[in-house]
């Protein structure tokens, strides 16, 4: 069976890296299937999740936008969150969704509201990735 590389990087580090035999992206153009000697290629990543296949099984990663580039057997990731989503947790997201609206609302004065909106963001699509819900536009 053919494989190829993939590697997924993001500020948190790498979320994911080695042999592959397909991966899936959501895209503005919608979900696109890689697999060995695929034609090079550079798109946008949408939120959503990554679907990887290998020998051992499948795995699941949630992300927040970013880059894919494909090219001579290599697929290069660089997205603006990145998190397994078999290690997220309904409670743990739930939280970390209301202390941002708490400082959002208590701070919208004395702080960069962006950045609490940034990781907001993230929460939703780890929370959404994490329990197989269908996005919503926020």
Same mark, same amino acid.
């Given at each position: 069976m053919n494989k190829f590389n993939l590697e997924i990087l993001s500020p948190e580090g790498i979320a994911f890296e080695g042999e592959i035999t397909s991966v899936s992206f959501p895209t503005a153009s919608g979900l696109i299937t890689v697999l060995p000697g695929h034609t090079n290629l550079v798109t946008k990543l949408n939120n959503g999740e990554i679907i990887i296949e290998n020998s051992v099984g499948t795995k699941k990663i949630a992300v927040s936008g970013g880059f894919i580039e494909i090219a001579h057997n290599n697929?290069? @990731? @660089?997205?603006?969150?990145?998190?397994?989503?078999?290690?997220?947790? &309904?409670? &743990?997201?739930?939280?970390?969704?209301?202390?941002?609206?708490?400082? &959002?609302? &208590?701070r919208k004065g004395f702080v960069d509201t962006s950045v609490i909106e940034s990781q907001l963001k993230k929460t939703i699509v780890e929370l959404k990735s994490g329990l197989g819900l269908k996005r919503k536009n926020f």
């Open positions: 697929v290069n @990731v @660089v997205a603006e969150f990145a998190a397994h989503t078999d290690k997220t947790s &309904k409670q &743990k997201i739930q939280q970390a969704i209301e202390l941002a609206q708490n400082m &959002k609302d &208590k």
